[in-house]
């Protein structure tokens, strides 16, 4: 239909049909009932209409928000691959801070109509400074064949969280800082995301000792280049 109403003729039409089907992955799917196709099919459809324009700009409205994980990361995966073939700029607009992370360059974090914060995705999920990003952040879906997951094992606790980005989140910076203070760190959730190609660590966790001593032992977190992000009391 996008070709038709420019006015194209239809032996181009059916041409271009063919080469969006086959970029979509879809070869041959062309006359396959509507019925037939699963939902992943059924967006990539819906990507090869957006394109066949040959678009400079592509948006994305929460392209994956009704996908199950696996279909999520192949629509992901198809999208980045458009990108450089075509030299698209992509736009995505989603709730779900994976796809954030396994798809974008750049983010900008809307609340209430204005935005809160942007920048690379990569120092977003390392340093953010929103309280909805952190929100985001928390309610981040693991997904459970990758190395990306963050699992909690306790629900109670939890007042600190800490962010570790490169070469730190293979260190015993931790065990380093204990011996140094009279402090425990109780850790309650953690994890190693990859974001762009670079490891992220997430721990959430108590740190139990005097307050003298747990003051120290964070001023040595953030010497170390750890963000420490402290709840609300």
């Known amino acids: 239909y996008p070709l038709e109403i420019v006015g194209m003729p239809k032996e181009a039409i059916n041409r271009r049909v063919e080469e969006l089907l086959d970029l979509v992955g879809l070869s041959g799917r062309g006359k396959a009932p509507i019925s037939t196709l699963s939902g992943g099919q059924m967006q990539r459809v819906a990507i090869a209409r957006s394109l066949a324009n040959n678009p400079d700009i592509l948006f994305c409205d929460e392209a994956t928000s009704a996908l199950d994980p696996q279909t999520t990361r192949s629509i992901l995966t198809l999208i980045g691959d458009l990108q450089k073939k075509m030299n698209l700029l992509v736009v995505m607009i989603t709730h779900q801070m994976e ?4 798809a974008c360059e750049y983010v900008a974090v809307l609340e209430d109509g204005s935005v809160v914060e942007d ?3 990569i120092d977003v999920f390392a340093r953010p400074n929103s309280s909805t990003t952190k929100d985001f952040l928390a309610h981040l879906t693991p997904v459970k064949d ?3 997951d963050i699992v909690r094992w306790s629900k109670e606790g939890g007042r600190y969280t800490l962010r570790f980005r490169g070469e730190s989140t293979g260190e015993p910076v931790l065990s380093r800082i204990q011996k140094r203070y009279d402090v ?9 995301q990859q974001v ?3 490891e992220v660590g997430t721990l959430i966790c108590d740190i139990i000792g005097e307050s003298g001593e747990v003051k120290k032992a964070i001023e040595s977190l953030l010497e170390a280049g750890i963000v420490v992000e ?3 009391k």
Do not use: C, H, M
């Not at 796809?99 to 396994?102: L, S, T």
């Not at 425990?184 to 190693?192: C, K, T």
């Open 230 to 232: 402290e709840e609300a």
């Open 196 to 198: 762009k190609g670079e």
């Open 146 to 148: 990758t190395k990306s």
């Open 184 to 192: 425990e760190f109780n850790i309650r959730a953690g994890g190693v």
């Open 119 to 121: 920048g690379k995705v």
């Open 99 to 102: 796809v954030v992370r396994d």
